[in-house]
């Protein structure tokens, strides 16, 4: 039996290795395509997009370990079943669930371990590559002079060029406004030509101009003694060194993105929830004192009790005090702060209650984002060796349908849960607890060598049918 469960472990393993990366890349690439604009023309370098993608990657891994484990068991054991080894097998003696167990107990395996990389090693990641991605967006992007156009990226000047040959480095017609000083525009230079290059490390731009003048306003402080309106330096060649300080990639100090709930592991959920539950019940239970003031104008004694005797009808109507029209006015507008009041406090409890839903969601997440995986291998395994087809063709097409399903009853049961709807724990757990009685009945198919999947199947069965009817 050792030498069957290798075999059968082996057929399954190069599946799976192949899909988990075919479903991260397509994940990922979906994912990292809502950013695209943030991350293009920004000069990053493949070191900050590999590490993005890297953590970025961990971050996909719990969502495609399910759809990987559901199309691999799909396509191993319709292999399989298509090349008469599991008719082979079970006509030995042995049992479908005896077939199945090697493979059971490495996806069990997997489902614990991704449990614990969900909760461990995700949180950090998702740390790492949001941190990196806020920077990123606030990093500028890489500088690009356009032909008759003014550039004004660097700190303190404004760049024209009217002409950029192809090497991408002499200008033509160059003109600079100079005002680094802060102040008006000073300082203009002119120039018939120049190039420019980085330097130190690309720390620097280089501008070298040629053929040109320097004109700089008498207010500028060098020149306010002369009387002048302007000074002109004529040149045949000048240097300007510009720094790219301004276009490094800074990084942010990662403790400040590390409240989202996407960076918390499970204890620290909870800590959060549970503050935030309290919250909402110490809130509920103050509303009646915060409201109270509200009503310090309808406090009087109304006169329904007279000389021991409680007034009713005409007589009560009699003793009451006749409202006027500021005391209508009055009331009204009381009635309207209440109701402000009330909604903004309403408002405000709903908000607190979402934010306790959110982070509850996470908790519950890394449970069931694991317990997906041993479903899906419950719905994968007995449904390949009821279909009998391997490859890509079938096995694709229904493990798509089944994670489709999987995706919006996910999405459907986290909307109910965040707005309170149903329990955040029944909302997480929907999908799981509708597909794996599915998983189930596909395992008692397979048992029984059923032909479910089989057009004869259903022929036979409408036949049956149509007798019973007569």
Do not use: C
Not at 5 to 25: C, N, S
Not at 244 to 262: C, G, I, P, Q, V
């Amino acid at each position: 039996m050792k030498k069957l469960d290798k075999l059968i472990l082996r057929a399954f393993l190069g599946p799976f290795l192949l899909t988990f990366a075919v479903v991260e890349f397509i994940l990922l690439t979906q994912y990292m395509l809502k950013y695209l604009d943030e991350l293009v023309g920004k000069d990053l370098g493949a070191e900050v997009f590999a590490e993005l993608l890297f953590y970025f990657s961990m971050n996909m891994a719990p969502v495609a370990l399910p759809l990987a484990v559901l199309l691999s068991a799909l396509m191993t054991f319709g292999t399989l079943g298509e090349h008469h080894e599991l008719t082979a097998i079970k006509t030995a003696g042995i049992p479908l669930t005896r077939i199945l167990r090697p493979v059971f107990i490495a996806v069990s395996l997997l489902t614990i371990g991704a449990f614990f990389f969900n909760n461990n090693i995700v949180p950090k990641a998702n740390l790492k590559a949001y941190s990196l991605l806020w920077d990123i967006r606030q990093k500028k992007p890489a500088m690009n002079f356009k032909e008759g156009a003014f550039y004004n990226g660097i700190p303190g000047y404004s760049i024209k060029v009217n002409e950029k040959l192809n090497d991408g480095q002499t200008l033509r017609d160059v003109m600079i406004y100079d005002h680094s000083k802060g102040g008006a525009n000073t300082t203009v230079i002119l120039a018939d030509s120049g190039e420019m290059y980085m330097a130190y490390d690309d720390n620097y731009l280089i501008l070298e101009l040629f053929r040109g003048n320097t004109y700089i306003d008498q207010n500028d402080a060098s020149f306010r003694n002369t009387n002048d309106q302007f000074a002109r330096q004529r040149f045949d060649e000048s240097k300007i060194v510009l720094s790219m300080a301004s276009f490094n990639l800074d990084r942010t100090r990662e403790e400040l993105f590390s409240d989202n709930k996407m960076m918390k592991n499970i204890s620290q959920l909870k800590v959060v929830t549970d503050s935030l539950r309290r919250y909402t019940d110490r809130e509920e239970t103050r509303y009646a004192p915060n409201v109270d003031p509200f009503y310090m104008y309808f406090k009087a004694d109304t006169g329904s009790v007279k000389n021991g005797l409680r007034l009713t009808g005409k007589a009560l109507e009699r003793e009451l005090p006749k409202p006027t029209p500021e005391v209508l006015a009055m009331a009204t507008n009381k009635a309207r702060n209440i109701k402000s009041f009330t909604a903004s406090y309403v408002e405000r409890l709903n908000n607190t209650l979402r934010d306790a839903n959110n982070y509850e969601i996470e908790i519950w997440k890394k449970y069931t984002q694991s317990a997906a995986i041993i479903i899906m291998f419950l719905i994968g395994a007995p449904l390949g060796a009821i279909i009998k087809k391997g490859g890509l063709g079938v096995p694709v097409l229904i493990s798509i349908m089944f994670f489709i399903f999987m995706y919006v009853m996910s999405i459907l049961g986290e909307k109910w849960a965040r707005e309170g709807i149903v329990p955040v724990g029944a909302g997480l757990w929907a999908a799981n607890m509708v597909l794996l009685p599915i998983g189930l009945f596909f395992l008692y198919q397979a048992r029984s060598d059923s032909s479910l999947l089989e057009v004869d199947f259903w022929r036979k069965l409408v036949t049956r049918l149509r007798r019973n009817k007569l």
